[in-house]
């Protein structure tokens, strides 16, 4: 039995609320019998869409559940003034309901700064630990995927900080690869060379090459990211977010360009038929929906940011990156690890 | 006459050097037969590639020159020690000529720090400008570009250095408009929201606000960079090296596994065949080495860096850039501006 996996969803967050939030809920509790979701959010607003959609067997089953919520956080509001004014958020309540117990994770495709502040003040860190980092995977040319933090939740980061992420990067990293593999971890850079990079970057990279829990191999370059270089990329919260939106910009721009490509004459357009077999695979292969979720690592429990703007697929992404934190039971080992390097570096808790 | 328009070419600098410079500078003064370039670095060894080339005839209409250095700056040289240690590089004595007047512009594919370093210690800042800054040119889905600074020239920069890239981005753009369109400059962030972004940004951005000779329409996210939603976007160095390599890095990724795609069998190889009229076009629209040639503005004289590791028609678009920059008189022009920034500000000079 493993119906202790229960995720709670902000149902209200992000640009399209229930409309993506409900469907994508139904078709995770279709995907996975061992999973129960949690909607928080306007009790009526979300009874209106399980009428139309086929949620009755699912909330028999108390497979799923409403919690009501009054407030909603939106995606402008400052994150202090969210978290000090807005107690009965559907975020809010949500990163309650796993701070209670009742869920094991969370999901919310809204606020990403108010996610992040809330979850902290609810949550709390972890031990030894200073900053949550955001890490979502990337997709490289190995097909296996590069997982990049912190993609926005600190846009400021001292060198330490950069040394906490390279650990809770490391463990997401490993959780996804065979054992007995050790990640390779690296600090994103302007250049290989040691003289490159801020005084912040060169500090970590000094206190990483020291550590010997990480399998530190020193800086990459942005367009090495893809080239599997490196498991997982290190970097400050702007910085990883600028990369990664580089990232979406430059994959919609290139698609964009060859759909145009196609459609200039008959000819081309006769062209698209033999394209197709060949196109798809790609655009499966980056699409951002596929490794849409983004986890919120550091805190004393699992929480996944979800793109503001994602498709149903694309939430269910996030909702499974949650599944399989709680089956990895990913907060608990970076707990232990982070706890190892305090001990051998001398200080005890 | 345009006789004067003479380019210092650091014949010794980048990854492949001479093999690359040589059939570059042959090619320019084939196309433009008003330019004349100076190669500067190891005499013997240049002399050695004329031979193999058709140098004779632009040497003896004196359209080519060697001027011989002894030293070379490596592309992993402390920029500190290259400018105390290496008076007589060819970076140095390349920046050198255009600070005598000899030359109107150089062109480097070396060491970027120490060819910043160099050039700033040599050429000096204009009156008014503390920091130069590296800009080139991208992409965009409307056809025409979006210009970007700095990319990598100061890593750690300060709200006002941004307002200078902003004011000297702002020049770059005019001159490849139609007269009278003002450039729209925006500032990179990871969100458009007033709240995101670090405090430097946040400055940078209420100061562009005051600011009346700037076209200045806010905060820019990544992402939209490629719809050409602003022609001039600014950031600090560190972020602008990150997004254009994570551009190169994520095009490189798509358009190999196109490739790879059409290799998977015989069906694919065929639809190939269909491919190449879409394919072609844009890889030529995002081909890096047509963006290649990027501008360290703010400075005494015109210096464009070349990618390191370019090819020949890369090099060449560098060395046209400096043409360019030339006809359009930017260091002049970005001197006036400042000063009437300056002024109306009250911080007369």
């Known amino acids: 039995m493993l119906s202790d996996k229960t995720i709670a969803l902000d149902a209200m967050g992000g640009d399209n609320g229930l409309k993506?939030?409900?469907?994508?809920?139904?078709?995770?509790?279709?995907?996975?019998?061992?999973?129960?979701?949690?909607?928080?959010?306007?009790?009526?607003?979300?009874?209106?869409?399980?009428?139309?959609?086929?949620?009755?067997?699912?909330?028999?089953?108390?497979?799923?559940?409403?919690?009501?919520?009054?407030?909603?956080?939106?995606?402008?509001?400052?994150?202090?003034?969210?978290?000090?004014?807005k107690k009965d958020s559907s975020m809010r309540v949500a990163i309650n309901l796993v701070k209670q117990g009742e869920a094991q994770a969370c999901v919310s495709a809204g606020n990403t700064g108010a996610l992040m502040a809330t979850a902290r003040f609810v949550l709390k860190m972890l031990p030894g630990v200073d900053r949550p980092a955001m890490i979502s995977a990337l997709p490289t040319t190995l097909g296996k995927p590069a997982y990049m933090l912190d993609l926005g939740a600190n846009v400021e980061c001292s060198a330490r900080h950069l040394v906490e992420y390279a650990i809770m990067g490391s463990i997401v990293a490993q959780a996804a690869m065979p054992p007995g593999e050790?990640?390779?971890?690296?600090?994103?850079?302007?250049?290989?060379?040691?003289?490159?990079?801020?005084?912040?970057?060169?500090?970590?990279?000094?206190?990483?090459?020291?550590?010997?829990?990480?399998?530190?191999?020193?800086?990459?370059?942005?367009?090495?990211?893809?080239?599997?270089?490196?498991?997982?990329?290190?970097?400050?919260?702007?910085?990883?977010?600028?990369?990664?939106?580089?990232?979406?910009?430059?994959?919609?721009?290139?698609?964009?360009?060859?759909?145009?490509?196609?459609?200039?004459?008959?000819?081309?357009?006769f062209c698209a038929l033999f394209m197709l077999p060949v196109i798809g695979p790609i655009k499966k292969r980056i699409d951002p929906a596929r490794y849409n979720g983004a986890s919120l690592l550091g805190l004393n429990g699992i929480v996944i940011k979800s793109h503001g703007n994602t498709s149903v697929i694309g939430y269910m992404h996030a909702i499974e990156e949650a599944i399989l934190e709680i089956e990895k039971n990913i907060p608990e080992q970076i707990s232990h690890r982070v706890e190892e390097v305090l001990q051998n570096s001398g200080h005890e808790e």
């Open 20 to 85: 993506v939030v409900v469907p994508a809920a139904l078709g995770i509790l279709e995907k996975h019998p061992n999973i129960r979701l949690i909607l928080v959010g306007d009790q009526a607003q979300i009874e209106r869409r399980f009428r139309s959609n086929k949620a009755a067997k699912f909330i028999k089953t108390d497979r799923l559940r409403i919690k009501h919520a009054s407030e909603c956080v939106s995606m402008d509001e400052s994150p202090a003034l969210a978290l000090r004014n």
């Open 182 to 269: 050790r990640p390779k971890v690296a600090l994103l850079n302007i250049g290989s060379e040691d003289i490159k990079g801020t005084s912040i970057i060169k500090e970590a990279s000094q206190l990483l090459n020291e550590l010997k829990v990480v399998n530190y191999i020193g800086y990459i370059e942005a367009n090495d990211v893809f080239q599997a270089k490196a498991d997982v990329v290190v970097c400050d919260g702007f910085v990883g977010n600028v990369a990664l939106k580089t990232c979406e910009g430059t994959a919609r721009f290139i698609l964009r360009g060859i759909k145009q490509g196609f459609k200039k004459n008959l000819f081309t357009r």
